[in-house]
Nanobody, 124 residues
Framework: VQLQASGGGLVQTGSSLTLSCTTA?????????VGWFRQAPGKEREFVAG????????SYGDAVKGRFTISRDAAKNTVSLQMNSLKPEDTAVYYC?????????????????WGQGTLVTVSS
């Protein structure tokens, strides 16, 4: 399955932004764990958030807990990442990722499919 990520942009500190991930074709990713990773220049790819295929269990990286919320809309075949209280250190390329039958606390090495990145820039 090919993933499409969208919603990145340039925002100011304290702003909100919503990223969306869906499939490039009509294939649905129900049952897949879907999540977001990010990579800032010069840094390793970091887990941001993930949601189980059931939609009932989600996990978050420590850096975003309490500020970001991941959700999935099965009818729209979309997983969204609501990002609030954005900080300059949230600046990165954000990647959508999916793993069939995976857990919500995704590890980069277990990801089956990566989407293209979408750039989020938070100005101070």
């Amino acid at each position: 399955v090919q993933l499409q990520a969208s919603g990145g942009g340039l925002v100011q500190t304290g702003s909100s932004l919503t990223l969306s991930c869906t499939t490039a074709s009509k294939r649905r990713f129900s049952g897949w764990a879907v999540g977001w990773f990010r990579q800032a220049p010069g840094k390793e790819r970091e887990f941001v958030a993930g949601i189980h295929g059931s939609g009932r269990v989600s996990s978050y990286g420590d850096a975003v807990k309490g500020r970001f919320t991941i959700s999935r809309d099965a009818a729209k075949n979309t997983v969204s990442l609501q990002m609030n209280s954005l900080k300059p250190e949230d600046t990165a390329v954000y990647y959508c990722a999916a793993t069939i039958n995976g857990a919500s606390n995704m590890a980069a090495q277990s990801v089956g499919t990566w989407g293209q990145g979408t750039l989020v820039t938070v100005s101070s």
